[in-house]
């Protein structure tokens, strides 16, 4: 998986200066939008009780805090690729570490939420000693160490083997610049490969437990079986990053002449649409949190009216 892959460029394919400005614009208007209705989650969130000792809302709100912290990230990059275009070596490998940890959270965390509908609906008598909220904040903490597991020993293997003053050196901030050895390679494959059939295995599992569930049970099966569905959906967007290296290779000989128009709508559908999901499925269509939410939001237009 390249983070900024999808959105910086070789210099042979540099924009123009009117399309590169009107694509920092989409990015950062997307994105000032998308983290302020995920920021307005969180202080719904925040201010109602009921949510901080259910499960299902606690890992809604990680991964909403997550989804910020990586939109941030990849539109920094995004922009500093068009600005500076070249930045110090250690300040990119920050950039790049901090957006890879949560990429590899969100499908993680995906997983998680897709696990607790399926107990909820399917184990509707144990849920509760199942999901507790101490148990909740173990799994979040081991969502966030396997994914540190998971990256860091491209770090570690950079610092072994480059010497130090490549880390005083300025560069195009991507992966592939910064994590050069071709061992990182390999074990990214794997690691992806390993994640795409643990994830895929768990989101396929609980949909059909539960699609088996809502022929003969209730309208919250249907509609948990829904959530999976927009869940599958989020994954697949989040891991299509995955395959990066290789699709960039496939838009390279399709559309030699449009490469870079290609790589940035790549970018709005990889890395900036699935962090517009989770406010879909949890800020639109479940009852209660849209009902606190609906307060929150007409509590904030009182107030600057007045």
Not at 149 to 173: I, K, N, Y
Request: charged share 15%.
């Amino acid at each position: 998986m390249n983070v900024s892959g999808n959105v910086t460029f070789v210099i042979e394919y540099r924009d123009s200066l009117v399309k590169a400005v009107m694509k920092n614009i989409i990015v950062v208007v997307l994105s000032i939008f998308i983290n302020y209705i995920n920021a307005s989650l969180i202080q719904t969130y925040r201010k109602h009780q009921i949510f901080h000792t259910n499960p299902r809302y606690i890992l809604f709100c990680h991964l909403v805090i997550n989804d910020m912290i990586q939109i941030t990230l990849t539109v920094t990059l995004f922009l500093l690729s068009y600005i500076l275009y070249t930045i110090n070596t250690s300040v990119c490998c920050v950039f790049i570490l901090m957006a890879l940890f949560t990429n590899e959270n969100t499908p993680l965390n995906v997983a998680c939420m897709a696990v607790e509908c399926y107990i909820a609906i399917c184990m509707p008598l144990r849920h509760t000693q199942i999901c507790t909220v101490k148990r909740t904040h173990i799994l979040i903490g081991l969502i966030w160490v396997t994914s540190v597991l998971s990256v860091l020993p491209d770090l570690f293997v950079t610092l072994a083997t480059t010497p130090v003053e490549f880390f005083r050196s300025e560069v195009f901030c991507l992966r592939e610049t910064v994590f050069t050895n071709p061992v990182l390679l390999e074990k990214r494959q794997v690691t992806y490969a390993l994640y795409l059939v643990l994830v895929w295995m768990i989101i396929i599992y609980t949909y059909f437990k539960i699609l088996f569930t809502a022929k003969t049970a209730s309208k919250d099966a249907r509609k948990a079986r829904d959530t999976i569905i927009l869940h599958g959906f989020q994954v697949l967007l989040c891991m299509a990053t995955y395959a990066d290296h290789s699709l960039r290779e496939v838009l390279k000989v399709w559309f030699p002449r449009n490469y870079a128009d290609s790589l940035f709508a790549v970018y709005i559908v990889v890395q900036i649409l699935p962090r517009s999901i989770s406010p879909i499925i949890y800020g639109v269509r479940d009852k209660m949190f849209r009902k606190y939410l609906r307060r929150h939001l007409l509590c904030t237009v009182k107030s600057e009216q007045w």
